[in-house]
């Protein structure tokens, strides 16, 4: 009995070692994750960004506070109007702004974003340590349409639940499918492989809507998020979105017919973008050899498209070339899956 436990056991081991993909999806793809992450969060100081209301002429300037305390940050002092600054919030480019007066300087920010409060309270502490300074301190919350943490992160979960609706919904589905041996019975009959494909998006393409409207209207009546942008562009980018996850989701299951390697598959494609598409925070805060990066992969326009949409009444002008890129996308994945698709 023990030694057939013992040798139970082994067995779990040997399958476990025996395939190389599930070594490095178990244990290289999170060194490299970490690797990854690790180099970009490496800078001790934190980056933040705010803007001084006053002259548009005014050059801009970095200055490293809170170092005497052990959080060094360095700020970059903008300078610009009050409408750049609201835009400088929605698009989470800006954490705050203050305006300075002679009696007094006025700060102007979310009091629910972490970020911003964090931002606030520096340069407070630093202004009440300056002898010279003896203003009055005062702060203005930001309630309206779009200068909200909230605002800023519901457009984002709307993006990332479709992107994880297609990829792991269609991926997980196919792998399955190959791995009880039905896509072999399917090829076998008169189906054509592109109607099999089609169903797979036109069913995501409902079930996303519902997840989306839910979501959404859960947002409008517990914190009065609106849609301040156009509904036919809102639509426009949405589809263009799921047809470039769904061909992400096809291209990803065209190989595998293991859960592991599978999992690790859907990870890698899935866990990147969720961290650094600005989905929870703003990518802004990520050095700045790594933005140019985050801002095209699919999940970062997404996500942008919807917000600029969402808070800045963004039209089907403003967001027709991520619209098309995530089209391009979502076709080129698609051919490159017919291509290599393992049926069996």
């Keep these: 009995m023990n030694n057939s436990f013992l040798q139970l056991v082994f067995l779990q081991f040997r399958s476990f070692y025996r395939e190389p993909a599930i070594l490095f999806w178990a244990i290289g793809f999170p060194i490299i994750m970490a690797g990854v992450l690790g180099i970009a969060f490496s800078n001790k100081e934190i980056k933040r960004k705010v803007m001084i209301l006053g002259s548009t002429d005014s050059a801009s300037f970095e200055k490293v506070l809170g170092a005497d305390i052990g959080m060094p940050s360095r700020f970059t002092f903008i300078y610009g109007t009050k409408r750049q600054a609201e835009l400088g919030i929605k698009r989470g480019e800006i954490q705050l702004y203050f305006l300075p007066s002679s009696d007094r300087i006025t700060f102007f920010l979310d009091p629910t974003n972490t970020e911003a409060q964090n931002t606030y309270l ?15 301190i005062v702060v203005q919350p930001l309630t309206s349409q779009g200068t909200r943490y909230i605002d800023f992160l519901i457009p984002g979960l709307i993006a990332l639940g479709i992107l994880n609706s297609c990829v ?120 700045e050899w790594l933005i140019p990066i985050i801002k095209v992969l699919p999940l970062t326009m997404l996500a942008d498209a919807f917000r600029s949409i969402f808070v800045e009444g963004a039209g089907i002008k403003e967001i027709l070339l991520p619209s098309l890129i995530l089209l391009l996308e979502g076709i080129a994945f698609y051919w490159i899956a017919r291509k290599i698709y393992k049926w069996s």
Excluded: H
């Design 122 to 136: 520096v340069l407070e502490r630093e202004f009440r340590r300056d002898n010279k300074v003896t203003k009055k």
């Design 168 to 287: 792991w919904g269609i991926s997980w589905t196919l792998i399955n499918y190959r791995i009880k041996k039905l896509l072999r019975r399917m090829i076998a009959t008169p189906m054509k492989k592109s109607y099999f494909f089609l169903a797979q998006f036109s069913a995501r393409i409902f079930i996303t809507i519902a997840e989306a409207v839910i979501l959404f209207l859960f947002a409008a009546i517990f914190f009065k998020v609106q849609i301040t942008g156009s509904i036919l562009a809102l639509i426009m980018v949405f589809l263009c979105g799921v047809i470039s996850f769904s061909g992400l989701a096809i291209l990803v299951s065209s190989k595998t017919a293991n859960t592991e390697v599978a999992n690790g598959l859907i990870n890698a494609v899935t866990l990147p973008m969720m961290i650094l598409s600005g989905i929870f925070f703003s990518y802004q805060n990520f050095p």
